[in-house]
């Protein structure tokens, strides 16, 4: 049976590669890599895997609570964000729900999964992708449910809690859910002014969702919180998997949140690392470097006269993955998502790209 690449992702590195090996630009994971708190954490706590795990995951909700200054009542935790979401259509249900794209896929695919009737309200190029807050709450008015990534998958962007504090006062008295991914909010330095992960207690139509394997590098792992009302904490609770977090990715979870050094390197090695990436790649004929907020970036490559499918099968062919942008919704073929990764890979993979524009 064929894939269904109109919801493809990056990260794909178990094909065969023709050098023997990947270098993976497709997936936005922490260049830092898995920490070795985390290592430790894992290996003393193996024999963990003999028992059910915590089904309320008290330890790591404990963590988390402290992490982020959060009521522990206010959290719930899945087997990454991309459980959550489903989650939420599946037990909320929205009839008609409200995409600004291009975001991520899998918002429309849990979405449509519990037969919501999905519609796009498209972020425009020349406004650098930005959402036009006037028209958002324009069309959110008539919808029941509006999902945002902030920073946003596959553009970078960021918007302030300032700026989105009306579209969630129109939304809280027109009793219409606003979702708002944060998984990438700890690699940015403007997180304590974006994010919206506080306010939950006094939105009760506010869901935020956040995935920890990114920043800490545990893909593999699966592993997310989402912060909403007590009552649909509730509702989520009663509906999901009772031992939906394994044992192993709980005490990851738990020793990852208590390294504060990991997180501030974290985001110093990606603004450095982003900044020579992009510097870089603007020097290459045809490239042009969107701003962005995270540890990725989308490059616009309609300059160099190649599709997006041309360059990344060129760059396969070298043994580099990248993310081909063409099946976002609002993006045509020319665009790529890169990652930013350490100085070493970055270097390798600009090698590559000036031999393949070349």
Known sequence: MQANTHYAHGGNIYALSPTGSWLDFSANINPMGLMSAVRTALTEHMDAVMHYPDPEARELKAALAEHYALPADNIIVGNGVAELIYLFFQVVRPHRV?????????????????HCVVQHILLRPEAGFLPDRKKMQQAAAVTDCLILGNPNNPTGTLVTQADLLPLLETMQAGRQWLLVDESFMDF?????????????????????????????????????????????????EAAKDVWNVNALAQFAGVAALAQPAYDAASRSLVRQEADYLTAELE????????????????????????????????????????????????????????????????????????????
């Open 98 to 114: 409200l995409i600004p794209v291009p975001s991520f896929g899998d918002y429309e695919r849990a979405a449509s999964a519990a």
């Open 283 to 358: 020097h290459l004929p045809g490239l042009r470097v969107l701003p962005g907020a995270a540890n990725f970036r989308l490059v616009d490559i309609h300059g160099t006269g190649c599709t997006s499918s041309e360059l990344t099968a060129a760059l396969r062919a070298r043994g580099v993955l990248v993310r081909d942008c063409a099946n976002f919704a609002g993006l045509d073929d020319g665009y790529l998502r890169l990652a930013v990764r350490t100085h070493e890979e970055n270097k390798q993979f600009l090698s590559h790209m000036e031999a393949v524009l070349a």
């Open 188 to 236: 940015c330095e403007e997180r304590v002014d974006a994010t919206l992960k506080q306010l939950v207690q006094a939105y009760p139509y506010l869901v935020v969702l956040q995935s920890l394997t990114k920043f800490y590098a545990m893909p593999g792992l699966r592993l997310g919180y989402a912060v909403a009302s007590r009552e649909l904490v509730q509702r989520l």
